[in-house]
């Protein structure tokens, strides 16, 4: 596979940015290479600057879930762009998107635009303080909710990669309100969750140390010590929002949150991310109430057309059919470890999923310290020559779109087939 324009550009961009990306895990530390510089996708498919071809299981980490250059999103940016790309002023894209976030989300009945994932889950947590009049926040080990600075501990795939705990440059103050919890450990959330206590924020379906999703009874639980303790509990849904049912975690576990974050997939691929809950709770956002929030790009017209246009895709059948995929991904991958004889591990939700290198399963944090990574990143490499692009890390979810077909899906677990045998030998 010629990856030369890929290097040479890739050698630029370490002169200008740190890593040479804008984001560390595109840097490829955790499995090594180079990453290949993306030129073009279409539907299921990118293409790299060294004409390589990939069947994409990143999707741009969960947005594309109508893969990539939708006509119909392609189609809604162009029309808005003709008309003008951002006004600061309000649009009627704004009301419609949060009319349609509204009528599909058990716990929002207002919410806010912002431009990113880690915006909403900031500003959420404003919010809660707000509310509450507390300062201190609950979160889990291996819980991502973006890089705000009260929320980068323990932080999961993107730190963790970098062998690091938790980020340099966070003040003692800030980290000092945050409490950090394992994940799936209902016992020390009942000890944690008091009356000093904002806010619980979670991941309902973990994403962020891989794809872990709650034990039985776990959010329900975290729902009861939130209300006893007179906390808020935040769903992070960035991941999980209109990706696992329109009502997101909510819809599907039925455990109803006060404040909800979104983000990736209601931008259908535009810098979006929003934030919202009951209305008593949005009342505090200024200019209702005190709690500052602004953005010169929030509700951004552009991002809002391609948020309306996914979402009018994800009627029932495209969950039935984002349920199927991902069943018949996960078939294939777990036939091709066993066949193999690798001990191999997919936990999966929907149409997100992660193959873990252990025999044992991923509840939280402290269990991923059993994962082979080493062994993910030659299952990556091989992967990525047979031109199937996971995403580069072990502690992270892979994602189908609408526009993967079974043949798609079969391509990937004979690639799977071959990549495992050889790894076996
Ligand atoms: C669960 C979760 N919350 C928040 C974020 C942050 O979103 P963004 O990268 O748009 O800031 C992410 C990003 O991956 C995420 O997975």
Redesign the pocket.
């Given at each position: 596979m010629n990856r030369n324009r890929s290097r040479e550009v890739m050698e630029r961009a370490r002169r200008v940015l740190p890593g040479g990306v804008d984001?560390p895990v595109r840097a490829y530390r955790a499995v090594g290479g180079e990453p290949p510089f993306i030129v073009r996708g279409a539907g299921a498919r990118v293409w790299d600057a060294d004409g390589n071809e990939y069947l994409d299981l990143v999707c741009s980490?969960?947005p594309l879930i109508l893969g990539h250059a939708h006509p119909d999103v392609v189609r809604a940016i162009n029309e808005q762009a003709a008309l003008g790309t951002s006004f600061g002023a309000p649009t009627e894209l704004e009301v419609e998107l949060a009319e349609t976030i509204v009528a599909a989300y058990p716990a929002v009945e207002m919410l806010r635009f912002v431009?990113?994932?880690?915006?909403?889950?900031m500003s959420a947590l404003r919010v809660a303080r707000a509310a509450t009049g507390r300062d201190r926040i609950v979160k889990f080990a291996g819980?991502?909710?973006?890089?705000s600075d009260g929320l980068l501990a323990r932080a999961?795939s993107?730190v963790a990669t970098l062998g690091l705990p938790d980020s340099a440059g966070i003040s003692a103050a800030v980290a000092a309100n945050t409490i950090v919890v394992e994940y799936n450990d209902i016992t020390a959330c009942e000890r944690a969750i008091d009356a000093s206590v904002a806010a619980v924020i979670v991941?309902p379906y973990a994403?962020?140390m891989g794809c872990v999703p709650p034990e039985p009874g776990f959010l329900a639980g975290l729902r009861v010590l939130c209300d006893r303790a007179g906390a808020l509990l935040v769903f992070?849904?960035?991941?999980?929002g209109f990706r696992v049912a329109r009502g997101g975690a909510a819809e599907r576990t039925g455990v109803v949150p006060d404040l909800a974050?979104f983000?990736?997939v209601i931008g259908g691929g535009l810098?979006v991310?929003a934030y919202g809950g009951w209305r008593a709770l949005m009342s505090h956002v200024a200019p209702l109430g005190p709690a500052y929030q602004a953005g010169t790009l929030s509700g951004n017209p552009l991002a809002m057309a391609a948020g309306l246009a996914t979402l009018a895709h994800l009627d029932e059948a495209a969950f039935v059919r984002l349920e199927a995929l991902g069943a018949r991904l996960e078939a294939r991958l777990d036939a091709a470890a066993a066949n193999a004889g690798v001990a191999a591990r997919i936990q999966r939700i929907g149409s997100v999923l992660t193959l873990f290198f252990t025999d044992r399963p991923i509840t939280s944090e402290r269990d991923t310290t059993h994962v082979d990574r080493a062994r993910f990143a030659r299952f990556h490499r091989g992967m990525r020559d047979e031109g199937v692009l996971l995403p580069p890390s072990q502690l992270e979810c892979a994602f189908l779109s609408l526009a993967h077909d079974d043949a798609d899906i079969d391509a990937i677990g004979d690639a799977a087939d071959r990549v495992l045998q050889e790894m076996a030998e």
């Open positions: 984001s980490w969960g431009s990113s994932g880690t915006e909403a889950t819980g991502y909710h973006g890089h999961g993107g991941e994403g962020n992070d849904e960035v991941i999980t974050c983000g990736k810098p991310g």
